[in-house]
């Protein structure tokens, strides 16, 4: 049962694909069974993930409108399912909606109730505001699906009390640090630092992937390189840079099976799909999320960045934050705040 007096909940809803704006729905509170937990939401993070689905129709399967879009979220657990032994109503966590792979709105987060799935879900600190914890989900599970899982990149994974050290055996030695190098606009690069990146590199700058190979040549085997963004640019450059990198010749990506690769892949480079949406069902994800992530938020090991930029309160305020993400701020994380739901 709930422990809230309210019964309905209000929701941020796509009619149709490709539909604009966004319409305000009501609808019964969802009751959590099994192992899920019903949380009052307090803060989203909006990504390009939701403007990719409500511009472009992808992903989301047409039987599964009307949609509530979002992927990232965090708030106070309400009540949970008989068998949920890691939660209690009251519980401030972060979590990664599971509405697109389930098909039921009630996983979706832009709306003032949602259901999680374990084990997508982690306790925040209490000394973290929801707004920061928000920003998280999404790129925690679609960059560890492709850096941790054993078919794709198969890094290390880190364990409880450390930080993601990022360690390899090679032919060179038994234990090897693998270097952190990224690319930003310059005005984000101490934001990359902020990271601990170990290489920061300017995008934007004529002749950078020459350099950047340039720069890299010399310090050890390529573990693969990460593109974590959808342009037939970055794709094409970072496919060459993992050919003409010494070592593992792969280029991990972020987008899910059925989704076009743009770019030109030089032959011998293998482009890795990502299968962020099976992380929870796998050991990887049971690890990073129940095993690491609690653990690494409250002593401060991992980081919720970037930093967010509050942009209004309420629901009626996402279209506009998922228009915005649309014109290319792509760098900030743009939140609904937390005392906008209540």
Known sequence: MSSTAETLNRSAVLPHPKAHPMIIMSSPIPVPTGTEILIRVRAV????????????????????YPYVNGNDVSGEVVSVGPDQTRFKPGDRVLGHAMAWQKGDNKYGVFQDYSIMIEPMVSKIPDRKPFEEA???PLGLTTSSA????????GLDLPVAGTEIKLERKSRDCESCWIYRCGTASEHNHELLREMNVDYVF???????????????????D?????????????ITACATIADRLRGKKCLGTIFPPGIPIPGTIPDGVQVLI???????????????????LPGALEDGTMKCLPHPEIVGKGLEVIQDAVDTIGKGILHIALEISSEALQ
Request: with cysteine; charged share 20%; hydrophobic share 45%.
């Open 274 to 292: 990502n299968y962020h949406v099976l992380l929870g069902s796998t050991e990887t994800g049971m690890r990073l999320w129940v095993d690491w």
């Open 134 to 136: 928000a920003v998280l």
């Open 222 to 234: 390529l573990a693969g390189v990460y593109c974590a963004v959808y342009s037939d640019t970055a």
């Open 45 to 64: 993070a909006i990504n390009p993930a939701d403007y990719a689905v409500q511009k472009l129709g992808i992903v989301i399967k047409p039987e599964f």
């Open 202 to 220: 300017d995008y934007k700058k004529d002749g950078i992937t020459e350099e950047i190979i340039n720069s890299l040549n010399d310090i050890g």
């Open 146 to 153: 492709m850096l941790f899982s054993p078919s794709l990149m």
